[in-house]
């Protein structure tokens, strides 16, 4: 498998790429970026995971969501995928929340959609593969996972099907429960069909009743976020993580919506959230 | 006179906000954006002025920019215009670096510019009165300058025409000698004709060779920049400068280019900076 470089860039001190490969998983060109701080030679840096959220590419975090001071500071990898397949012969939606931009990080298995459709494989064993072959300096043993609205929830499940993969994992404004929201209903039953088991382990509370666990999570939200109430369900989390024990630092940011002005806001914190756990 | 609020939005413990009102001096609407750091009521802050380079509006360093967290620790209010007049009545030219996108701060006198083209008036004094009508906080007994590439000229020729408004002027990357580029000839000439006197108050070491004087300059150039020799030269202001005794401090930073990734890397440095000599 080859790597192309899409474009690099010197940035706090440090390194920020774009990539694209073939990827045998969703059948597509991929393009991700990964910012690799200054770092001694030889030495290896843990690695912090960011999932995107609706409609967006590897792009809007890359520029909009401040991460390369904190990550810099920290020595800490990040990395970016994109939300979904893409390309002319990968089947869409007209509606935003559903198709290209949407992938939901699932393994889809209706018509049309389960031959492209695969970002929880893609996310989960592809491109860390991919990144183990291709950035020497970065050291899988030590990994966290964070991410965004719909990327929040891929962060939260993938996080709590792999805790022995991922010593952190945050969120920020996540869809916490996808079988109890319209954003959730649409892309599950789309992406898996109708029988709502199949969608348990692409929802975190769900995961979180069926006895996955991590130790501890840290999730913001905007108490001003226009999706709080019918498609995130922060409460919702907060019960399960109740329920099973798990420690949640949950954060209501008053005044802040679901923009990038909100995460860039709380993105440092995160960084040195994970880095002081990465580093431990 | 009126001004619209398009959106705002909290980042960083205050407001994003931007705004549109109708310019009476280019005869078109025009859209600006500030952020205001949380404060104590009634108190009153500096403002730190951002001007953009070419293709750019305001939105490139309001994304971009990562000034928010360090204009919040400063306490200084962040404002970025537009970089020339918009819409369908105003003349535009194909290229880049000439036309909408390319006001190069100038006030035109050349047929078709001369009616929209009046960046240098815009900036200088209807945005700044605006500014003191529309925000109570924003003390414009306090201002600091500073800008990108085409906005590092706009910067450094704006403050060296009024040393007694702007306590502070910085520069990424300006364009140091607009006589003697490409970028420079072909914008003066277009919105100035021919004659090279004319353009003097438009290039930062003609102001300085003609009398101009700051006390100092803080210039940040990346060593990688593409456009570093035929358009930029800082040699040439370096030289000015040291002429005429402005202590500046021009770093050129090993391994940068010319894009928001070395412009942010290097923000909050300003930002500081400029913080320092506001609140002195």
Same mark, same amino acid.
């Given at each position: ?5 899409? !474009? ?31 770092? %001694? ?10 999932? !995107?959220?609706?409609? &967006? ?13 904190a990550c810099a500071e920290q020595g ?26 949407? *992938? ?22 592809? =491109?860390? %593969? /991919?990144? /183990? ?6 050291? /899988? !043993? ?9 990327? *929040? ?53 769900? =995961? ?8 501890? /999570? ?22 399960? &993580?109740?329920?099973? *024990? ?12 679901? !923009? ?21």
């Amino acid at each position: 498998m080859t790597i192309e470089t899409v !474009s690099t860039n010197r940035a706090h001190g440090g390194v920020q790429g774009v990539y694209r490969h073939a990827s045998a998983v969703t059948g597509t060109p991929m393009t991700f970026s990964v910012f690799v701080p200054d770092h %001694a030679e030889g030495a290896r840096l843990p690695v912090l995971w960011y999932l !995107s959220g609706l409609t &967006c590419t590897h792009a809007n975090v890359t520029e909009k969501g401040e991460y390369r001071q904190a990550c810099a500071e920290q020595g800490v990898i990040f990395i970016a995928p994109d939300t979904s397949p893409r390309g002319e012969d990968v089947p869409d939606d007209d509606a935003y929340d559903f198709g290209k931009g949407a *992938g939901f990080y699932v393994d889809a298995t209706q018509e049309p959609w389960a031959t492209h459709y695969r970002m929880r494989s893609y996310v989960e064993d592809e =491109l860390p %593969a /991919l990144i /183990l072959r291709e950035f020497a300096m970065a050291d /899988l !043993s030590r990994q966290g996972i964070t991410g965004h609205s719909m990327g *929040g929830h891929g962060a939260l499940t993938i996080g709590l099907r792999n805790p022995d993969r991922f010593r952190s994992v945050s969120a920020f404004a996540p869809i916490a429960a996808p079988l109890h929201c319209p954003w959730g209903e649409k892309a599950l039953s789309g992406y898996l069909g109708d029988n709502r088991e199949d969608w348990r382990p692409y929802d975190a509370c769900a =995961l979180i009743a069926d006895g996955n666990r991590v130790a501890e /999570l840290l999730v913001d939200v905007g108490d001003a976020d226009p999706f709080l109430t019918d498609q995130l369900k922060p409460e919702l989390l907060a019960e399960a &993580c109740r329920e099973a *024990g798990i420690d949640l630092t949950l954060r209501m940011q008053p005044g802040y919506d679901h !923009s990038y002005y909100f995460i860039s806001t709380f993105m440092a914190d995160h960084v040195a959230w994970h880095g002081r756990r990465l580093k431990a």
